[in-house]
């Protein structure tokens, strides 16, 4: 499965990029995060492997990240891994002008097991956590003066 998703923030693109990037402010857009703890490699560069924590519907669920491509302030991408599903998310940073900036995220999902089968029904809910993260990181970067 693969989908892309886009907004556009309002504030500097070096700005954006550097809240994008703030790990102590991921629990201010990023639904259900609770915490990372890193497992190897240097924060931010290629190669970095993190636990991501997060609570879903009262559950806990943990998702280890692969940094598998960095070039900011201009892209990064991602690796996910759970027992669900493998995961690639790569972050486009555009400046559009002194305070504008477009977001676009690539997705591409691989589901293992049972999910494979039903993923196609899911499709519209992982677009929508998408649209809820990156409208949660535009609205926190565009409330910090």
Not at 23 to 52: H, L
């Amino acid at each position: 499965m693969r989908y892309t998703y886009t907004l556009q923030i309002n504030k500097p693109k070096a700005f954006a990029v550097e809240k994008f990037q703030d790990e102590e402010g991921i629990g201010n857009w990023m639904e259900g995060f609770q915490r990372i703890e890193r497992i190897s490699g240097e924060p931010g560069k290629v190669g970095a492997r993190s636990d991501f924590f997060f609570t879903m519907r009262d559950k806990e669920m943990k998702i280890e990240e692969t940094i598998i491509e960095e070039s900011l302030p201009d892209q990064i991408k991602f690796a996910y891994q759970s027992p669900m599903a493998y995961n690639e998310v790569e972050v486009i940073f555009e400046e559009l002008g002194p305070n504008e900036v477009r977001v676009i995220s690539n997705n591409y999902f691989k589901f293992s097991g049972g999910m494979k089968w039903f993923s196609w029904l899911f499709k519209r809910l992982f677009v929508k956590q998408t649209a809820s993260n990156l409208h949660g990181l535009k609205n926190w970067v565009e409330s910090i003066e």
